[in-house]
Nanobody, 119 residues
């Protein structure tokens, strides 16, 4: 059983930056390195949406609103996935979740971390 724990959320003014981190336990660097990892977010009253994704080969993709502002990265040795968020906007306010989709088709989620951007 993989456990994901996010950190780094908080309250920031518009235009500011935050760095989210997600540490996985119950796995190994080798297994973690084969997973596709992603950050999702869910704003009040809205559906959860994918913000950024990184494959085992380090290919990345972003939702349109995050492109150019957010950067996803991974450190397999530390079983960690991070999301650097710059130029934050009030519309980025949401609970952010990390996701680990393994090669065996298991789907793990963290408990979420709140990001609030004030105008």
């Amino acid at each position: 059983q993989v456990l994901l724990v996010e950190s780094g959320g908080g309250l920031v003014q518009a235009g500011g930056s935050l760095r989210l981190s997600c540490v996985a336990s119950g796995t190994s660097p080798a297994i973690f390195g084969l997973s596709t990892l992603a950050w999702y977010r869910q704003a009040p009253g809205k559906q959860r949406e994918m913000v950024a994704m990184i494959t085992s080969g380090n290919s990345t993709s972003y939702t349109g609103s995050a492109m150019g502002r957010f950067t996803i990265s991974r450190d397999n040795a530390k079983t960690t996935v991070s999301l650097q968020m710059n130029g934050l906007e009030p519309e980025d306010t949401a609970v952010y979740y990390c996701n680990d989709f393994t090669t065996l088709g298991y789907d793990y989620w963290g408990q979420g971390t709140q990001v609030t951007v004030s105008s």
